[in-house]
């Protein structure tokens, strides 16, 4: 009913909402390889120079070119994001825009550097001398750092705001580090920088799985192979503890997006942890498996423990029963999408150490190629219920979604929505074609000579080539 009253009264809500949700779901797709690829370049392109193994500089080569044709990409949706909250959002960036834009600052500084050393580090290929070209890359990493912080910044700071002094509903004074350093920040940006890492490295991982199950099982591919998947593996299970961590933070911080997570109808103890199901109007659950007291085990190590519940917020000021489900469905896929992630990290690591090489098995080669859709579907998962689990608040607890709406006529922004699902697809189409292109190329150069580094330089005439 509450929903159903404020769509009445700010038509443009149900289209900005989707709009907003649209263009994020979108952008974040882009977010792990542009932040977390430049690390896995440089560790594969140190591997060559170290070892002197030229299959080792051709997969980072091949790689940084990937690395800049994404960059390309999501800097275009992350700019329209940018201008979205201003169009869709005025009256929350009216209000607060000194506090919440801070971070979007900090991501544009971050943003330009990125730019700028990319461009150095791809037009350095053989024009630098190899360790030249190493340490101007080295830049990289922690300017995708710095940009995923900028963003995070902002988005816990929509989560447990802090920093601004109020005046008759306005923003006289603004503290910035109380309002960039937020309670949510300190488990928000660890999370999912770890998820980024994860899902990068599974990712690029997932496509030479492909490679060894289609019988392509050379040096090359074995290497592309398992220094990402690695990486990943390693990170999994500190994933799982940062992730318990973050979730039981969020029952002091966020009470009714955690009762959403949970689908907790009442503030009790000895609740039950629900796997899966859907929560009704009355607090009935469905279709869901109870495991008996382990929510409060998990929140609090007590049966005893005490997890709030929906009905301990008012019902203005909770997640919908659609948004409840939404959240815990979510949230569900999520964990279980990265206990998955764990277990093959676990299976990897334990084969590794025992023969000192990635294992040999059909089965996990069958799992380790899905790995990237899985990892990609549970950094969606995250950000929905982040976002989804937030509502009515747009600044949680301060002000709703829709107090912070624009004004403009709701077929403006149906129309907005519109041209930019078409724009997305058109790039969509012409970034995945590229990189099947791309994909091809090195197919037939790798025909042609397969122990050779990469070759010519990504722009321009071949230069005069430096030793090490």
Same mark, same amino acid.
Do not use: C
């Given at each position: ?12 809500l ?5 709009? &907003? ?5 979108? #952008? ?26 030229p299959?080792?500089l ?7 070119v ?20 201003g ?30 050393f ?19 890359g ?27 002094t ?7 004074d603004?503290?910035? &580090? ?7 920040l300190?488990y ?7 998820a980024?890492? &994860?899902?990068a ?17 050379? #040096? ?9 998947f ?20 969020l ?26 199901g859907?929560i ?34 008012a ?8 948004e ?9 896929? &999520? ?12 299976? #990897? ?52 979604v ?54 010519g ?7 005069r080539?430096?030793?090490?």
């Amino acid at each position: 009913m509450t929903s159903a009253l404020w769509l009445a009264s700010e038509p443009a809500l149900l289209p900005s909402r989707i709009q &907003m949700a649209f263009t994020l779901a979108s #952008h974040v797709l882009l977010v792990p390889l542009g932040v977390a690829l430049p690390s896995l370049t440089l560790l594969m392109e140190g591997i060559g120079l170290a070892s002197k193994d030229p299959v080792a500089l051709k997969i980072a080569r091949r790689w940084s070119v990937v690395m800049a044709v994404q960059f390309a990409v999501g800097a275009v949706t992350g700019t329209i994001l940018s201008f979205e909250f201003g169009i869709l959002w005025p009256r929350m960036l009216g209000q607060f825009g000194g506090a919440f834009g801070l971070g979007f600052a900090i991501e544009a500084w971050a943003f330009f550097l990125e730019a700028i050393f990319i461009g150095i580090y791809l037009y350095g290929w053989e024009r630098l001398r190899p360790r030249t070209h190493l340490l101007f890359g080295l830049v990289l990493p922690p300017a995708g750092l710095l940009g995923a912080f900028g963003v995070l910044a902002s988005n816990s700071w929509m989560n447990t705001p802090a920093g601004t002094t109020l005046k008759a509903g306005k923003v006289v004074d603004v503290d910035v &580090m109380a309002a960039l350093f937020t309670r949510a920040l300190g488990y928000e940006f660890w999370h999912f920088l770890i998820a980024i890492y &994860m899902t990068a490295g599974f990712v690029v991982a997932s496509v030479y799985a492909v490679a060894w199950l289609r019988g392509r099982r050379d #040096h090359y591919q074995r290497l592309a192979f398992a220094v990402p998947f690695t990486v990943a593996a390693v990170l999994a299970p500190i994933q799982l503890v940062v992730g318990d961590l973050s979730a039981r933070a969020l029952v002091a911080d966020q009470p009714s997006k955690f009762a959403a997570m949970e689908i907790t109808w009442t503030t009790r103890d000895h609740n039950p942890e629900v796997i899966g199901g859907l929560i009704d109007a009355n607090g009935d659950i469905h279709f869901g498996i109870s495991v008996p007291s382990l929510d409060s085990l998990l929140v609090g190590y007590s049966p005893n423990a005490v997890v709030p519940g929906l009905t301990s917020v008012a019902a203005n000021a909770r997640p919908t029963i659609v948004e409840a489900n939404i959240t815990h469905l979510a949230f569900d896929l &999520m964990v279980g999408l990265g206990s998955v992630g764990a277990a093959l990290a676990v299976w #990897h690591l334990w084969v590794l150490w025992r023969r000192r090489r990635p294992p040999e098995s059909i089965w996990f080669y069958r799992l380790a190629a899905l790995a990237g859709i899985g990892a990609y579907i549970a950094v969606e998962t995250g950000w929905i219920t982040t976002e989804v689990g937030r509502q009515p608040w747009i600044v949680f607890g301060v002000m709703r979604v829709a107090d912070a709406v624009t004004t403009a006529p709701a077929s403006f922004v149906w129309t907005m929505l519109t041209a930019l699902v078409v724009i997305y697809a058109l790039i969509a189409y012409f970034f995945v074609t590229l990189l099947l292109r791309l994909s091809a190329r090195w197919r037939r150069e790798d025909l042609n000579q397969p122990s050779e580094p990469e070759v010519g330089a990504p722009y321009g005439p071949r230069p005069r080539t430096f030793t090490a």
